[in-house]
């Protein structure tokens, strides 16, 4: 618990004047933790991280993960290249890999790196997305994030009972992600008196009950990734927390949800 504390501290330390800061700072260090994050997901899947599939996947995600309007910019053809067009490409060129060394690159691991580039990508791109559009928004996220994750353990911890998805996680309970969101609406009604947003506070609160359990999901998601790959950690980058996705499942998860709901 202590080192625990100690790394969520110093990794607070760091990320939080990154994310105040924003710019180029910000995205480069938005690229840099995304990159890991798949190479994490690539190492369960027991994917050779120095290959050309490897290689394929992060160029994806790079691409998925560039500032729409930068990206437009760049590709001055009319629309005539876009990111779901990359993606297609992609896909093209991961199943061609898979004849030309014979299958020892199957087409499951080109499914699931394709899978694995989308995830990460998109869901960093809005990280970038969401700082871009107002410092407010981002900072909002973050702390309904943490609120979701702290309720849930304190709570689990103290009136936990009925296990929530054993086979998944097995520490989690449903006292415990009842208490993570009722932590994050509490969380998400300070940070509206301190800092208001945009909408209505009962929009606000709504949109806080949806984000929540999306975090949620995201993390249990991130679970029965290690689940099925049987691996403790996403990764060891973190002591006492395991790997970068470890920490970001929540997040990337829930960005997407507030830009499709034109909460941002």
């Known amino acids: 618990m202590k080192q625990r504390t100690i790394t969520a ?23 840099f933790v995304a990159s890991i994050a798949l190479m994490e997901l690539i190492r369960m899947k027991k ?16 691409a998925l993960m560039f500032p729409y309007e930068v990206f437009d910019n760049v590709v001055d053809s009319d629309d005539l290249v876009t990111k779901s067009e990359i993606t297609l490409l992609a896909v093209l060129v991961l199943l061609s890999y898979t004849v030309l060394v014979k299958n020892r690159f199957t087409f499951d ?6 899978l694995s580039s989308i995830y990460i990508g998109m869901g960093f ?10 410092l407010p928004y981002i900072l909002f996220a973050l702390f309904i994030v943490w609120a979701t994750d702290t309720g849930a353990y304190l709570f689990g911890r103290s009136f936990g009972k009925h296990k929530l998805w054993p086979q998944i996680s097995p520490k989690k309970t449903i006292e415990g992600s009842i208490g993570g969101v009722v932590l994050a609406c509490v969380v998400a009604f300070i940070f509206h008196l301190v800092e208001p947003l945009e909408h209505s506070l009962i929009v606000v609160l709504l949109v806080t009950v949806l984000i929540s359990i999306a975090g ?24 006492g ?24």
């Open 47 to 62: 994917i050779a991280r120095y290959s050309v599939a490897a290689g394929l996947g992060l160029v994806l995600m790079w």
């Open 216 to 239: 949620q999901i995201g993390d249990l998601v991130e679970s029965a990734f290690k689940r099925h790959y049987a691996v403790k950690d996403s990764g060891k980058i973190l002591p």
């Open 125 to 134: 791109n809005y990280l970038i997305e969401t700082r871009d559009a107002d």
């Open 9 to 31: 501290v110093v990794a607070a330390l760091i990320f939080i004047p990154i994310v105040l800061l924003g710019g180029w700072p910000f995205k480069a260090f938005v690229y």
């Open 109 to 114: 691991d080109a499914g699931f790196l394709l």
């Open 241 to 264: 927390h395991g790997g970068v996705l470890d920490r970001f499942d929540s997040l990337i998860f829930i960005l997407p949800i507030l830009h499709l709901i034109n909460f941002i």
